[in-house]
């Protein structure tokens, strides 16, 4: 027995090892790829501009959209692989969300999407890590534009925030298709999706980094009249954060 003890301990530092190996590839490999990414979403948004030809928009529109869609596949291996604690910060969840929306304006609008905010006022700060909340955001903005596209072609998505009670409120609310009832309960799920050419994974890490952050994601949906994620997180302040770590 104790020599097949023997043999079985070094085993775990070395499937350790050879996660870690595996793990630092991808990120390589992901930060390769989206060099170029970069590039070609960058020369077809110039294209676009520049098109006066209906056809040659068209082609550039689905380039863009695909593209789209790999940047997406990669940011969601990305943010998978990367998993980590939360790095809290004093964070004004208005100001995120205004740049992140803006930051998305144009090339949701190049795709035919109109893209609206309303912020509520006085919303306290909380501590939260700011990376990490606008990836959950920027995830749901893309499903929803992807909802949107594939429904009519065309839409509407508005960002809204609000507090309720002790917590903060982030609405990405979509005029899309809305979600069938017997997806509802899967579509936090790892690897589940109903979408051609995606992995599944953006809704799963999302729940999980707002869950770390101690709040929660729902969805209120009706078929064909769209969908409203709501990311709720409390309201923490630096002087809470303090008190917890002593």
């Known amino acids: 027995m104790a020599l097949l003890n023997g043999n079985k301990e070094p085993k775990q530092p070395i499937r350790e090892n050879k996660n870690r190996l595996s793990e630092e ?3 390589e490999l992901i930060h390769k790829l989206n060099n170029p990414l970069t590039a070609v979403l960058g020369y077809s948004q110039i294209l676009l501009l520049k098109s006066t030809s209906p056809d040659t928009r068209e082609n550039v529109e689905k380039i863009l959209r695909e593209a789209g869609r790999i940047a997406g596949i990669l940011r969601d291996l990305s943010d998978y692989i990367r998993k980590r604690e939360p790095k ?3 964070l004004d ?3 995120l969300v205004r ?3 803006e930051a998305n304006t144009h090339e949701l609008g190049l795709r035919n999407i109109e893209v609206s905010t309303r912020v509520a006022p006085f919303i306290p700060f909380t501590q939260a890590d700011s990376v990490q909340i606008q990836s959950v955001l920027l995830n749901l903005i893309e499903n929803a534009e992807q909802a949107v596209s594939e429904f009519r072609g065309r839409g509407k998505i508005r960002i809204e925030t609000q507090v309720r009670k002790k917590d903060i409120e982030i609405i990405v609310t979509d005029d899309g298709p809305g979600i069938a009832q017997e997806n509802i309960s899967k579509i936090f799920n ?4 109903t979408k051609k050419n995606r992995m599944g994974l953006g809704l799963s890490i999302s729940n999980e980094i707002v869950g770390a952050h101690g709040g929660k994601i729902e969805v209120k949906t009706e078929r064909e009249k769209g969908a409203s994620f709501v990311i709720t997180l409390p309201i923490i302040s630096s002087f809470d954060e303090k008190e917890k770590g002593e």
């Open 25 to 27: 590839f991808l990120a």
């Open 88 to 90: 809290k910060e004093t």
């Open 93 to 95: 969840i208005n100001e």
């Open 99 to 101: 740049k992140t929306v």
């Open 190 to 193: 790892p690897l589940f999706t």
